[in-house]
Structures are given as C-alpha cells and as structure tokens.
C-alpha cells in the first residue's frame, strides 16, 4: 500500500512534460464464479504441478454441486461447468495461480518493449501492474496505442480464462499533464470513464491529492456501527475498559499500518473510547492521562490512537534500513537520495 500510495501521489503531481501516466483500476465481475476450468488445469501444469497433484485437485473441483431454493423448497442438484467455491480453503490459491498469468502476459509485454511502464524518477524501478487476487491495477504511459494495448491483454485474457470485466465499476485515472482531449478518446477505446476518485484498494482509501479529514470518515463510520450494537449503559466499566481495550482500539490498526492518520481522527477515535468507557453523559472520574498508561503504572492499558499509529509505521523505518530489496523501499530511495 505504500507503494501505491507514493505512486499516486507521483501521478497526480506529474503536471509538466510531455509523458503523462495512466492507472487502471479492473473490476472483473463474479471473478471466482467464472474461472474456465479447462483453463485452471492448464495452468497447474504450465506452473510445474504434476499430474497426479493436478488430476487431483481438478476432481476437488469439479466433483462440487449446486442447488437453488425456489419458494422455500430445494430444486434439484444440478453440476456447474466453471468457477471456484466461495469458502473453499484451496480457491484462493488457485485463483492467484490464474491471476498469475495475467502477470506473466503483462510481463511479457514489457519484456518485449510493447507494453510503456511508469517509472517514478529517471533511475526509479517501472512499474507495470499490482496485482493482488483479483483487485488489478495497471501502469502504463498514457498513449492510444498504449491504451489499445491494456485492452488487448486483458480482453486475451478473459477469453482463455473466462472472466469478465465489469464495465461499470472499472475506471482509469490520468495524470493531470494528460489533456482532456486524450481522456475522452481513451474511454472510446477502452469503454469506461475515467475517474479523480479512485475509491479502495485492498480497504485502505486511494488517496489522490491533499489528504482530507472525510478521506477517513470510513474509520469512524466503521466504530461507531460496532458501538450501535452494543449497550453501553447495559456493561459494567470492567466489561467497557475490556471491550475498548480488544476491540475499538482494534479497529483501526489495519488503516494505520500504512497510512499516517490526521490528528482529528485520533482525537476523534480517542474520544470515542472515553465516551464509552464512561458513558456519553456520565461524569469521567478519572483522566484521560491516566486510562492510558499501563497497569502497572495505576493506568487500564488503553492505547492512544496516534502511539498506536506510530509504533504500526515505525515497522517501515525498520525496512528501510534492514530490507532494501523491498520494492518500496527502492522506490523511496529514488525518491530520496538522502534515505539509506
């Protein structure tokens, strides 16, 4: 996420010079429903798997059933013709085995000097695509021929594997040097609309400009549908301190990983956890100062949203300086000759 990040913001930044920069976001519609089954064995063996091992798994898959209920009642069993399960442990796996070859054919491209990628400074590593199950995003220098060649690969692709992209909830977002002109006659290629919000990717907010407060609305929105559910006044203040020490401090520390939350959210988050522990219009007895601090100091071990946010980024410093084969970190270091 990181990576994306820094990416977009390069994106959005980039307002001279001649080359502009393109990012798709591909939707693909019911994408385990529709895996080729026919296509799924081929890449098992493509990749190495032997047959006995592919033979095997091709009859975990296809020995499955379906049945619909009409009106209350059960309709017969009837045998599908493609598609993973939903919930099977091994569907996963399988299908980033086909999304793989997504990878490899976008790969191939760039191999061959077909397919432009992004760089994000003149010594930077290109950037071609991120893929992650079937959330995909695409790189690529904002030409038509460039444009016509993103749709060939993904049209090549949902052929031989059966998918299909979602027309509706695909997007692309250009960078801001790209002149409308180019925009419009790339939605003609491609057949959907661009877009300056390019809304999640893989939950976090794919924050495009200036961050804004409302950017992590979703944040708050998130904790207080879980406090709706439960019943405050119903709680002793042992069950409130043990539910905002597991739980609502919980909540939030998938976002903070990679992103540096504004102030207000913390507070706000913060807020919260008091309000609950003490009761909205209950008097608090005791300081926020000391809820926080540890049992052993007289507190209740309740982390502040901003320690907690720093202590989930301080995990990058540590890559910076330990890992610098990490994509990310080489990008940050093109950017940053100071970083080491």
Known sequence: ???????????????????????????????????????????????????????????????SSLALKWNGEKLDNFAPKRGLRQGDPL?????????????LLIQDKVDTRQWFPVKISRNGPPFSHLLFADDCLLFTEAKASQVRLVQNVINNFCRAS?????????????????????????????????????????????????????????????INGRLAGWKSNLLSRAGCVTLARSVITAMPIYSMQNLWLPSSVCNNVDSIIRNFVWGRNSCHWVGWSTLIKPRLKGG?????????????LGKHVWDILNSPQKLWVQMCKTLNSTVR
């Open 1 to 63: 996420m990181l990576l994306l990040h820094k990416r977009l913001c390069i994106i959005c930044i980039r307002k001279k010079g001649k080359k502009g920069c393109l990012l798709f976001k591909i939707d693909f519609e019911k994408a385990y429903d529709r895996v080729d089954w026919q296509f799924l064995k081929l890449t098992l063996e493509e990749f190495g798997f032997p047959v006995i091992i592919s033979n095997l798994i091709m009859c975990c898959i296809t020995s």
């Open 91 to 103: 569907s996963p796996y399988l299908f980033i085995l086909c999304m793989e070859k997504l990878s």
């Open 162 to 222: 059966g998918l299909k992209v979602n027309i509706q909830k695909s997007r692309f977002f250009p960078s801001h040097n790209v002149p409308r002109s180019k925009v419009i006659k790339f939605e003609s290629i491609v057949e959907f609309h661009h877009t300056n919000n390019l809304g999640k990717y893989l939950g976090f907010p794919m924050l495009t400009g200036r961050v804004r407060i409302s950017d992590f609305n979703y944040i708050l929105d998130k």
């Open 300 to 312: 209740l071990g309740i982390r502040t949203t901003r320690k907690a946010n720093t202590a989930m």
